[in-house]
């Protein structure tokens, strides 16, 4: 069986922070935090200040201040201001 994997992006007014695969994402929503893995149902969410963890073989952390993300087929797009 083909391990499933999110593409995630996640992009600032300067430009692309970060561009990649990961097995599961962890976001600072504006309710509570929440976990992406793969076959998510679909979502639109605000993002409050905090980290975006990107799980895969290793794990990379981004500090957003806010923002907003789209969860769609497995794609993730996160638009945010930076800290």
Sequence with gaps: MKDRILTIRILTPEGTLFEGTARAVFLPGAVS???VLPDHAPIISTLSEGD???V???ERRFTVHSGVVRVLNNEI???A???
């Design 33 to 35: 935090p929440f976990e």
């Design 52 to 54: 975006i963890r990107v």
């Design 56 to 58: 895969a073989e290793e």
């Design 77 to 79: 797009t996160v638009c």
């Design 81 to 83: 201001e930076t800290v």
